[in-house]
Protein backbone atom coordinates (compact mmCIF):
# COMPACT_ATOMS: atom_id res chain seq x y z
CA UNK A 1 0.00 0.00 0.00
CA UNK A 2 3.15 2.75 0.68
CA UNK A 3 4.78 1.61 -2.23
CA UNK A 4 1.66 2.20 -4.24
CA UNK A 5 1.18 5.84 -2.82
CA UNK A 6 4.81 6.18 -3.32
CA UNK A 7 4.86 5.20 -6.81
CA UNK A 8 1.16 6.88 -7.67
CA UNK A 9 2.37 10.44 -6.63
CA UNK A 10 5.65 10.72 -7.26
CA UNK A 11 4.73 12.28 -10.48
CA UNK A 12 2.31 14.65 -8.98
CA UNK A 13 4.60 16.14 -5.89
CA UNK A 14 7.68 16.50 -8.32
CA UNK A 15 5.83 18.52 -11.12
CA UNK A 16 5.28 21.07 -8.05
CA UNK A 17 8.37 21.13 -6.32
CA UNK A 18 10.17 25.31 -6.29
CA UNK A 19 12.57 26.53 -8.50
CA UNK A 20 15.33 25.92 -5.69
CA UNK A 21 13.83 22.45 -5.14
CA UNK A 22 13.94 21.61 -9.13
CA UNK A 23 17.74 23.01 -8.82
CA UNK A 24 17.95 19.32 -6.98
CA UNK A 25 16.97 17.10 -10.22
CA UNK A 26 20.08 15.55 -11.64
CA UNK A 27 18.64 15.37 -15.28
CA UNK A 28 17.39 19.10 -14.93
CA UNK A 29 20.62 20.00 -14.10
CA UNK A 30 21.86 21.83 -17.15
CA UNK A 31 18.43 23.30 -17.74
CA UNK A 32 18.39 25.03 -14.42
CA UNK A 33 21.88 25.89 -14.55
CA UNK A 34 21.20 28.15 -17.42
CA UNK A 35 17.54 29.20 -16.07
CA UNK A 36 19.80 30.73 -13.15
CA UNK A 37 22.25 32.36 -15.02
CA UNK A 38 19.78 34.03 -17.12
CA UNK A 39 17.63 35.34 -13.69
CA UNK A 40 20.36 35.82 -10.96
CA UNK A 41 22.18 38.76 -11.10
CA UNK A 42 25.04 36.76 -10.53
CA UNK A 43 26.12 34.03 -12.97
CA UNK A 44 26.63 30.53 -11.49
CA UNK A 45 29.99 28.27 -12.18
CA UNK A 46 30.54 24.40 -12.28
CA UNK A 47 34.05 25.82 -10.59
CA UNK A 48 32.40 27.58 -8.40
CA UNK A 49 34.79 30.46 -8.87
CA UNK A 50 33.61 33.75 -7.13
CA UNK A 51 31.57 36.30 -9.10
CA UNK A 52 33.02 39.51 -7.77
CA UNK A 53 31.58 43.33 -8.22
CA UNK A 54 34.24 45.06 -6.00
CA UNK A 55 36.89 46.38 -8.04
CA UNK A 56 39.05 46.20 -5.47
CA UNK A 57 38.23 42.38 -4.56
CA UNK A 58 38.94 41.60 -8.70
CA UNK A 59 42.78 43.39 -8.47
CA UNK A 60 43.03 40.99 -5.40
CA UNK A 61 42.59 38.15 -7.07
CA UNK A 62 42.89 38.73 -10.46
CA UNK A 63 46.50 39.38 -11.99
CA UNK A 64 48.01 40.26 -8.53
CA UNK A 65 47.24 37.01 -7.18
CA UNK A 66 50.53 35.47 -7.59
CA UNK A 67 52.53 38.54 -5.17
CA UNK A 68 50.19 38.39 -2.56
CA UNK A 69 52.61 37.51 0.29
CA UNK A 70 52.16 36.32 3.46
CA UNK A 71 52.02 37.65 6.94
CA UNK A 72 51.72 36.70 10.28
CA UNK A 73 51.73 39.86 11.93
CA UNK A 74 47.83 39.99 12.49
CA UNK A 75 45.94 39.30 15.38
CA UNK A 76 45.78 35.78 16.70
CA UNK A 77 42.15 35.68 16.37
CA UNK A 78 42.91 35.51 11.78
CA UNK A 79 44.81 32.34 12.07
CA UNK A 80 42.00 29.70 12.65
CA UNK A 81 39.11 31.25 14.08
CA UNK A 82 38.42 34.56 12.24
CA UNK A 83 35.66 33.16 10.29
CA UNK A 84 33.49 29.80 10.84
CA UNK A 85 34.78 27.79 7.72
CA UNK A 86 36.84 24.86 8.95
CA UNK A 87 40.20 24.11 7.75
CA UNK A 88 41.31 20.44 6.08
CA UNK A 89 43.33 20.05 9.31
CA UNK A 90 40.30 20.23 11.73
CA UNK A 91 38.58 17.49 13.28
CA UNK A 92 34.69 17.41 12.04
CA UNK A 93 32.26 19.40 14.82
CA UNK A 94 30.48 17.40 16.85
CA UNK A 95 26.40 17.84 16.36
CA UNK A 96 23.28 18.23 18.64
CA UNK A 97 21.75 15.83 16.96
CA UNK A 98 23.38 12.65 17.70
CA UNK A 99 21.06 9.34 17.42
CA UNK A 100 21.90 8.59 21.29
CA UNK A 101 21.62 12.39 21.97
CA UNK A 102 17.91 12.12 20.85
CA UNK A 103 16.95 9.03 22.38
CA UNK A 104 18.21 10.18 25.76
CA UNK A 105 16.05 13.69 25.36
CA UNK A 106 13.23 11.47 24.60
CA UNK A 107 13.18 9.35 27.61
CA UNK A 108 14.48 12.32 30.57
CA UNK A 109 12.90 15.26 29.31
CA UNK A 110 10.27 15.98 31.42
CA UNK A 111 9.25 19.39 30.22
CA UNK A 112 8.72 18.26 26.52
CA UNK A 113 6.05 16.03 28.20
CA UNK A 114 6.42 12.87 26.05
CA UNK A 115 3.84 10.49 27.72
CA UNK A 116 4.82 7.46 29.87
CA UNK A 117 4.47 4.97 26.80
CA UNK A 118 5.99 6.90 24.23
CA UNK A 119 9.76 7.14 26.52
CA UNK A 120 9.05 3.25 26.88
CA UNK A 121 9.25 3.13 22.96
CA UNK A 122 12.50 5.11 23.54
CA UNK A 123 14.30 3.66 25.93
CA UNK A 124 13.69 0.15 24.56
CA UNK A 125 15.76 1.41 21.59
CA UNK A 126 18.82 1.61 23.24
CA UNK A 127 19.35 -2.27 23.69
CA UNK A 128 19.99 -2.15 20.16
CA UNK A 129 23.21 -1.86 19.17
CA UNK A 130 24.23 2.01 17.95
CA UNK A 131 24.76 0.48 14.01
CA UNK A 132 21.18 -1.43 14.28
CA UNK A 133 19.54 1.88 15.93
CA UNK A 134 21.65 3.74 12.81
CA UNK A 135 20.13 1.49 10.16
CA UNK A 136 16.61 1.46 11.74
CA UNK A 137 16.51 5.48 12.30
CA UNK A 138 17.61 5.51 8.25
CA UNK A 139 15.06 3.18 7.15
CA UNK A 140 12.22 5.20 9.67
CA UNK A 141 12.89 8.88 8.56
CA UNK A 142 13.62 7.66 4.99
CA UNK A 143 10.10 6.32 4.45
CA UNK A 144 8.45 9.14 6.21
CA UNK A 145 10.55 11.45 4.08
CA UNK A 146 9.62 9.38 0.41
CA UNK A 147 5.82 9.48 1.94
CA UNK A 148 6.23 13.02 1.78
CA UNK A 149 8.43 14.87 -0.37
CA UNK A 150 8.31 11.93 -3.33
CA UNK A 151 10.88 9.42 -3.99
CA UNK A 152 12.23 11.97 -6.83
CA UNK A 153 13.12 14.02 -4.55
CA UNK A 154 14.70 12.05 -1.85
CA UNK A 155 16.96 10.25 -5.05
CA UNK A 156 18.33 13.09 -5.98
CA UNK A 157 19.18 14.76 -2.75
CA UNK A 158 23.10 14.33 -2.97
CA UNK A 159 22.89 15.56 -6.54
CA UNK A 160 21.17 18.57 -5.38
CA UNK A 161 23.87 19.64 -2.70
CA UNK A 162 26.09 18.91 -5.23
CA UNK A 163 25.01 21.64 -7.39
CA UNK A 164 24.09 23.81 -4.17
CA UNK A 165 27.79 24.04 -2.29
CA UNK A 166 29.75 25.62 -5.23
CA UNK A 167 27.11 28.38 -5.85
CA UNK A 168 27.16 28.92 -1.70
CA UNK A 169 30.45 29.67 -1.63
CA UNK A 170 31.06 31.61 -4.52
CA UNK A 171 27.66 33.58 -2.80
CA UNK A 172 29.89 34.17 0.55
CA UNK A 173 32.90 35.15 -1.18
CA UNK A 174 30.77 37.93 -2.96
CA UNK A 175 29.22 38.93 0.43
CA UNK A 176 32.43 39.73 1.56
CA UNK A 177 32.93 42.50 -0.88
CA UNK A 178 29.64 44.11 0.35
CA UNK A 179 27.71 42.72 -2.67
CA UNK A 180 23.95 43.23 -1.60
CA UNK A 181 22.89 40.93 -4.22
CA UNK A 182 25.18 37.88 -2.90
CA UNK A 183 23.75 38.76 0.23
CA UNK A 184 19.86 39.25 -1.18
CA UNK A 185 20.64 35.61 -3.11
CA UNK A 186 21.49 33.38 -0.02
CA UNK A 187 18.58 34.53 2.21
CA UNK A 188 16.83 32.51 -0.23
CA UNK A 189 19.08 29.45 -0.02
CA UNK A 190 19.77 29.78 3.58
CA UNK A 191 17.75 29.35 6.29
CA UNK A 192 17.12 32.31 8.71
CA UNK A 193 19.44 30.98 11.39
CA UNK A 194 22.21 29.94 9.34
CA UNK A 195 22.28 33.61 7.10
CA UNK A 196 22.25 35.55 10.54
CA UNK A 197 25.21 33.86 11.46
CA UNK A 198 26.97 34.11 8.94
CA UNK A 199 26.15 38.04 8.00
CA UNK A 200 27.39 38.51 11.60
CA UNK A 201 30.74 36.88 10.46
CA UNK A 202 31.20 38.74 7.05
CA UNK A 203 30.38 42.02 8.41
CA UNK A 204 33.37 41.35 11.29
CA UNK A 205 35.56 40.57 8.48
CA UNK A 206 34.51 44.17 6.24
CA UNK A 207 35.52 46.23 9.60
CA UNK A 208 38.49 44.48 9.41
CA UNK A 209 39.23 44.88 5.77
CA UNK A 210 39.49 41.16 5.35
CA UNK A 211 38.11 39.20 2.18
CA UNK A 212 36.93 36.17 1.75
CA UNK A 213 37.90 33.94 -1.10
CA UNK A 214 35.94 30.12 -0.97
CA UNK A 215 36.62 27.99 -4.37
CA UNK A 216 34.95 24.99 -5.22
CA UNK A 217 37.35 23.29 -7.84
CA UNK A 218 34.98 20.02 -7.49
CA UNK A 219 32.55 17.83 -6.37
CA UNK A 220 34.14 14.40 -5.79
CA UNK A 221 31.58 12.28 -3.90
CA UNK A 222 28.07 12.73 -2.26
CA UNK A 223 25.99 10.43 0.58
CA UNK A 224 24.18 10.76 2.66
CA UNK A 225 24.90 10.72 6.00
CA UNK A 226 21.98 11.07 8.30
CA UNK A 227 18.01 11.59 8.20
CA UNK A 228 15.98 13.00 10.10
CA UNK A 229 12.50 14.01 10.50
CA UNK A 230 9.74 16.34 12.54
CA UNK A 231 6.25 15.14 12.31
CA UNK A 232 2.73 16.94 13.43
CA UNK A 233 1.97 20.34 13.92
CA UNK A 234 4.53 23.44 12.13
CA UNK A 235 3.64 25.61 15.31
CA UNK A 236 4.67 23.13 17.45
CA UNK A 237 8.04 23.07 15.72
CA UNK A 238 8.23 26.74 14.93
CA UNK A 239 7.85 27.39 18.76
CA UNK A 240 10.27 25.03 19.49
CA UNK A 241 13.03 26.10 16.94
CA UNK A 242 13.65 28.95 19.01
CA UNK A 243 14.15 28.26 23.04
CA UNK A 244 17.22 29.92 24.21
CA UNK A 245 17.44 32.46 21.29
CA UNK A 246 16.58 36.28 21.61
CA UNK A 247 13.70 35.56 19.20
CA UNK A 248 11.46 33.29 21.98
CA UNK A 249 8.41 35.06 22.95
CA UNK A 250 6.02 34.15 25.16
CA UNK A 251 3.50 33.25 22.64
CA UNK A 252 5.94 30.51 21.76
CA UNK A 253 6.64 29.55 24.90
CA UNK A 254 2.95 29.14 25.71
CA UNK A 255 2.39 26.68 21.94
CA UNK A 256 5.32 24.54 23.56
CA UNK A 257 3.16 24.18 26.82
CA UNK A 258 0.43 22.62 24.91
CA UNK A 259 2.24 20.36 22.95
CA UNK A 260 3.96 17.12 24.04
CA UNK A 261 7.47 16.17 21.90
CA UNK A 262 8.42 12.28 21.80
CA UNK A 263 11.98 11.87 19.67
CA UNK A 264 13.01 8.21 18.60
CA UNK A 265 15.40 6.96 16.30
CA UNK A 266 15.86 10.88 14.59
CA UNK A 267 12.24 11.43 14.57
CA UNK A 268 10.51 14.11 16.86
CA UNK A 269 7.23 13.84 16.84
CA UNK A 270 5.18 16.60 17.99
CA UNK A 271 1.35 16.18 19.73
CA UNK A 272 -1.51 17.96 21.25
CA UNK A 273 -0.85 17.41 25.66
CA UNK A 274 -5.03 16.11 25.32
CA UNK A 275 -4.40 14.06 22.35
CA UNK A 276 -4.86 10.03 23.21
CA UNK A 277 -2.64 9.32 20.11
CA UNK A 278 1.06 7.74 20.24
CA UNK A 279 4.11 7.59 19.04
CA UNK A 280 4.00 4.45 16.81
CA UNK A 281 0.74 5.15 15.67
CA UNK A 282 1.25 9.09 14.65
CA UNK A 283 4.38 7.95 12.71
CA UNK A 284 2.59 5.02 10.96
CA UNK A 285 0.12 7.81 9.77
CA UNK A 286 2.96 10.00 9.07
CA UNK A 287 4.79 7.13 6.74
CA UNK A 288 1.38 7.23 4.59
CA UNK A 289 1.21 10.93 4.01
CA UNK A 290 -1.12 11.51 6.61
CA UNK A 291 0.54 14.67 8.59
CA UNK A 292 2.61 17.25 8.28
CA UNK A 293 6.25 16.45 7.99
CA UNK A 294 10.03 18.28 7.38
CA UNK A 295 12.94 16.79 6.53
CA UNK A 296 16.63 17.62 7.58
CA UNK A 297 19.54 15.73 5.37
CA UNK A 298 23.00 15.58 6.43
CA UNK A 299 24.49 15.62 2.81
CA UNK A 300 28.45 14.16 3.41
CA UNK A 301 30.61 15.59 0.31
CA UNK A 302 34.22 15.17 -0.75
CA UNK A 303 35.27 18.45 -2.29
CA UNK A 304 38.35 19.41 -3.66
CA UNK A 305 38.15 23.08 -2.37
CA UNK A 306 40.45 26.56 -1.37
CA UNK A 307 40.04 28.71 1.22
CA UNK A 308 41.47 31.81 1.63
CA UNK A 309 41.34 35.00 3.71
CA UNK A 310 43.30 37.95 2.15
CA UNK A 311 43.85 41.61 4.25
CA UNK A 312 44.23 44.16 2.82
CA UNK A 313 46.76 46.67 4.96
CA UNK A 314 49.14 49.57 3.39
CA UNK A 315 48.17 49.30 -0.15
CA UNK A 316 49.20 45.81 0.01
CA UNK A 317 47.68 42.18 0.02
CA UNK A 318 48.52 40.09 2.23
CA UNK A 319 47.48 35.95 2.79
CA UNK A 320 46.40 35.55 6.17
CA UNK A 321 44.86 31.80 5.72
CA UNK A 322 45.57 29.63 2.86
CA UNK A 323 43.60 26.08 2.50
CA UNK A 324 43.34 24.73 -0.63
CA UNK A 325 42.85 20.97 0.06
CA UNK A 326 40.86 17.73 -0.48
CA UNK A 327 38.44 17.48 2.44
CA UNK A 328 34.92 16.40 3.79
CA UNK A 329 31.71 19.26 3.99
CA UNK A 330 28.79 18.15 5.67
CA UNK A 331 26.17 19.89 4.14
CA UNK A 332 21.92 19.75 6.38
CA UNK A 333 19.15 20.47 3.91
CA UNK A 334 15.96 21.22 5.66
CA UNK A 335 12.93 21.03 3.92
CA UNK A 336 9.83 23.03 4.43
CA UNK A 337 6.87 21.33 5.87
CA UNK A 338 4.73 19.28 3.75
CA UNK A 339 1.21 18.54 4.29
CA UNK A 340 0.46 16.02 2.01
CA UNK A 341 -2.72 15.27 3.59
CA UNK A 342 -4.29 18.61 3.32
CA UNK A 343 -3.44 18.71 -0.38
CA UNK A 344 0.25 20.83 -0.06
CA UNK A 345 2.73 19.11 -2.01
CA UNK A 346 5.11 21.83 -3.02
CA UNK A 347 8.07 22.57 -0.99
CA UNK A 348 11.64 23.80 -0.64
CA UNK A 349 15.36 22.90 0.31
CA UNK A 350 17.16 25.24 1.97
CA UNK A 351 20.85 25.32 3.46
CA UNK A 352 20.88 24.41 7.49
CA UNK A 353 24.00 24.26 8.64
CA UNK A 354 27.42 23.97 7.22
CA UNK A 355 30.04 21.73 9.11
CA UNK A 356 27.68 21.47 11.98
CA UNK A 357 28.55 25.22 12.68
CA UNK A 358 24.82 25.93 14.60
CA UNK A 359 24.46 22.35 15.78
CA UNK A 360 27.27 22.13 17.38
CA UNK A 361 26.96 25.74 19.42
CA UNK A 362 23.72 24.56 20.77
CA UNK A 363 24.92 20.98 21.50
CA UNK A 364 27.34 22.85 23.45
CA UNK A 365 24.81 25.44 24.63
CA UNK A 366 22.58 22.63 26.41
CA UNK A 367 25.52 20.74 27.83
CA UNK A 368 26.54 23.85 29.51
CA UNK A 369 22.89 24.37 30.85
CA UNK A 370 22.82 21.06 32.18
CA UNK A 371 26.31 21.36 33.53
CA UNK A 372 24.81 24.10 35.81
CA UNK A 373 21.69 22.63 36.65
CA UNK A 374 23.36 19.59 38.08
CA UNK A 375 25.32 21.69 40.15
CA UNK A 376 22.61 23.54 41.08
CA UNK A 377 21.08 20.33 42.08
CA UNK A 378 23.77 19.19 44.37
CA UNK A 379 24.18 22.71 46.26
CA UNK A 380 20.57 22.49 46.59
CA UNK A 381 20.92 19.24 48.79
Known sequence: MINALYNGSCCQRQASLSLFARRFSKHNRIHNN????????STFSNTGAPHLNSTQFMKVFGAEAAKIRRDFGYPA????????????????????EDLDASILSAVNSVQHGASFGDRIVGASTQFFPLAARRRLAHTLNMRIARAALGTAAMDSVCDGAADVLPRVASLLSSASSGDADAAEELSHIFTRSLLARYMRDLDSLRKDNVLLALEIHSVE???IHQLRTQTGPEEAFAALDN????SSTLSAGLTRQNYRY??????THAAPCQSPSTWPGDVAAAMGGQMPVRVRVDVELMVNMRYRLIGRHDESARTIVDDDAMRNVMLTLESSFVATHQGQTSFEWRVADVDYLLSSEQRIENELVEATRVDENKFST
Not at 34 to 41: E, F, I, M, P
Not at 243 to 246: P, S
Request: glycine share 8%; aromatic share 8%; proline share 5%.
Open 34 to 41: RCAAAQNR
Open 243 to 246: IGTA
Open 221 to 223: DAR
Open 77 to 96: KYHAGSFPWLLSAERQRIPM
Open 262 to 267: TSVLGN
